[in-house]
């Protein structure tokens, strides 16, 4: 067997063996194969795709070529959420100390910002002292003593998909099915889960615009999931404007803060009471979504949600001082109002257009090593169907960097579309897939 050889079958739009997959993977992980071979691998995949069959394996190739983290020892079904990534989607901030709070184990390897979808782990360091890069003993211990834990992928953890993905990120070949289920599957499953939650993203900030390429990967994801005895169950979610009204690392924090405090910020709450009732069913702690959500929203009513967090904070090392008193976090050097040019309603929010305009305020990266500036931002001061007046606010930016205020100003000002007829959002969940199949998503 040769690298050659597999990479030409699979060009031919043949499927692979796994003893195939096996060699190329593992000789990439040993170093024996070079990167140019899996380059030339990856974009074979990327146009020839890979059968159900194939993708499981592939799956199972690279979740084995690390450490599947036991917590066994913690009693309860531990249950985690992934979302595909989104704009100013911080919902994992709200949501792991709400489920904890309900009972259920949350254990939560997270990624960085990706393009430009911002990343919980960046989030999470806009808290001062937050560490992110625990030891997978450092990691069992919180996740026994507090119920949660939250960290970024280890070197133990998918080493293949650790290597893979850096090279699929500067060779073009993300946006492929099979190839992002067995990245995001494989991490999940090393996290010692006993089901999942998905949150697929759909819509202009999302990798997947299409809806129908979002059920695609939703489905590919569950039925993984699922084939691996975990109990997964996926959203597919609008992603046409952001989430919430903050884009920016501490923004973001801030916004999950209040909203642990009772602030009732609706996309948010509502996408994060659903995941989360979604969780506390798949743990065993509510018969069904709707009695899920009925017990997230008593944890939040009666502060045991902020008071896990802050218990999360201080485990992982933080200054749980900015989560009381967030009003004390250094402001960014400058801020500069957007105001709306016309009177109307607001139909459209440019999500894709806000994300990039949040990197070069200094929200995320354009290159892996960019350090990223936490204070960095856009507040928004309205969302789709709000009816403004022309020179009213619709936006404010944070930022650092001086020279790049006014290039931004135009492109937020820009992301906006008014009518003069009132609009209304697209629905924010779209529809639930899990072993049964598809279907529209309501709450009973
Ligand atoms: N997130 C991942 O972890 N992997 C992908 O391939 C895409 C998004």
């Known amino acids: 067997m040769t690298a050659n050889e597999i990479i030409r079958k699979k060009r031919e739009g043949n499927s692979l063996t796994s003893e195939e997959m096996q ?21 074979a995949v990327f146009f020839r795709g890979m059968n159900t069959e194939e993708t499981v394996e592939f799956t199972r190739l690279m979740l084995h070529s690390g450490v599947v983290v036991d917590l066994s020892a913690i009693s309860g079904k531990k249950v985690d959420k992934h979302s595909t990534g989104g704009v100013g989607d911080k919902i994992s901030l709200p949501l792991a100390p709400i489920v904890a709070a309900c009972g259920v184990p949350v254990p939560m390897i997270s990624g960085r910002g990706l393009g430009h ?4 782990l960046d989030k999470l360091e806009a808290i001062p002292g937050f560490d992110v890069n625990l030891t997978i003993d450092e990691y069992k211990k919180v996740i026994a003593e507090t119920g949660l834990v939250m960290i970024g992928q280890t070197k133990e953890i998918a080493p293949a998909d650790k290597k893979m993905y850096a090279l699929r990120d500067v060779t073009s070949t993300v946006e492929c099915i099979p190839l992002i289920a067995g990245s995001i599957m494989s991490k999940k499953l090393a996290e010692g889960i006993d089901a999942l939650v998905l949150d697929i993203k759909t819509g202009r900030g999302a990798f997947m615009q299409s809806y129908e390429r979002s059920l695609e990967l939703a489905q590919t994801l569950v039925s993984i999931g699922n084939k691996f ?12 404007q952001p989430l919430g009204y903050a884009i920016g690392n501490w923004l973001e924090t801030k916004e999950s803060i209040d909203c642990l405090r009772g602030e009732h910020i609706p996309d948010v709450m509502e996408l ?15 018969d069904s979504i709707e009695e899920g959500i009925d ?11 902020f008071n896990k ?17 967030p009003e004390k976090y250094p402001p960014a050097k400058y801020s500069e109002i957007i105001s709306s040019r016309e009177d109307g309603f607001i139909s459209e929010i440019d999500s894709l257009e806000l994300g990039l305009s949040g990197i070069t305020l200094g929200a995320g990266r354009t290159k892996v090593d960019d350090v990223i ?6 507040l928004l001061k309205k969302k789709i169907g709000d009816k403004v007046k022309k020179g009213e606010q619709i936006a404010e930016i944070f930022t650092d960097k001086e020279s790049v205020i006014p290039e931004v100003k135009k492109r937020v000002e820009s992301a906006y579309t008014f009518s003069s007829a009132q609009t209304f959002p697209a629905k924010l969940i779209h529809a639930v897939v899990d072993k049964n199949g598809v279907r529209e998503f309501s709450i009973h």
Not at 273 to 286: E, W
Request: hydrophobic share 40%.
């Open 229 to 240: 005895g975990k109990e997964t169950v996926g959203f597919i979610t609008d992603m046409n």
């Open 295 to 305: 017990r997230c929203k008593e944890v939040v009513e009666t502060g045991r949600a």
């Open 23 to 43: 060699f190329l993977l593992l000789g990439y992980v040993n170093g024996e194969i070079p990167d140019y071979q899996i380059s030339a691998f990856l974009m």
């Open 309 to 325: 967090f802050v218990e999360l904070v201080k485990a992982q090392g933080g200054d749980s001082k900015f989560l009381l008193h």
């Open 117 to 120: 979808t911002g990343g919980t």
């Open 272 to 286: 994060t009471y659903v995941l989360g009732g979604a969780m506390v069913m798949l743990g065993g702690k509510a």
């Open 373 to 378: 500036d936490p204070k960095a931002g856009i």
